[in-house]
């Protein structure tokens, strides 16, 4: 009786632990949501969501698309280069990149300005912020077991 208690408790185990891994690997392998549009349904899907958000008029909608176009342009090959490239970038490699891309946020804000009236590119903002801070709440979650840096935390000794 003992051994067939054992046996059921083995397998029903063996069975939880391969429904885990396999519910882990199909959520890895489907990505983001958005990864499954194409390029211009992506921009369209963030144009209509930025029309709504902040009531665009038809000439901003225009000039929105111009921008979110070449946006994505240049998204997709940084993509490309980055799967191309590898190896870990250097610290001098890294600064050229976050200073490449802070200037193009900088630029984007002067653009937005331009495009955007004062109470749209308020709202504008508002909506930028509550996104990164939903971003890095969602990667705190994820990244418990690593620093901003990327290297692995220590674990700390209660005594």
């Known amino acids: 009786m003992k051994k067939m208690i054992t046996t059921a408790l083995i ?3 063996s069975l939880t632990c391969l429904a885990q891994a396999k519910h882990e690997k199909q ?3 489907d990505g983001h949501p958005m990864e499954k549009f194409t390029t211009e349904q992506r921009n369209q899907l963030m144009l209509k969501k930025m029309t709504l958000e902040l009531d665009l008029t038809s000439s901003q909608q225009k000039e929105m698309s111009k ?8 998204m997709e090959a940084h993509r490309a280069e980055r799967k191309i490239k590898k190896e ?16 193009e ?4 804000k002067a ?7 004062s109470e749209q590119y308020v709202q504008w903002n508002k909506l930028k912020d509550q996104h990164h ?10 990244d418990k077991g690593t620093n901003s840096d990327g290297t692995k935390k220590e674990r700390e000794i209660k005594k």
């Open 11 to 13: 397998a029903v185990m």
């Open 27 to 29: 959520g890895k392998r």
């Open 67 to 74: 921008m979110i176009a070449e946006e994505s342009v240049k």
């Open 88 to 103: 870990k970038l250097t610290s001098d490699q890294m600064f050229e990149m976050k200073i490449k891309m802070l200037d």
């Open 105 to 108: 946020q900088i630029a984007k």
């Open 111 to 117: 653009k937005m300005k331009k495009i955007l009236s």
């Open 133 to 142: 801070r939903g971003m890095r709440k969602h990667h705190s979650k994820s």
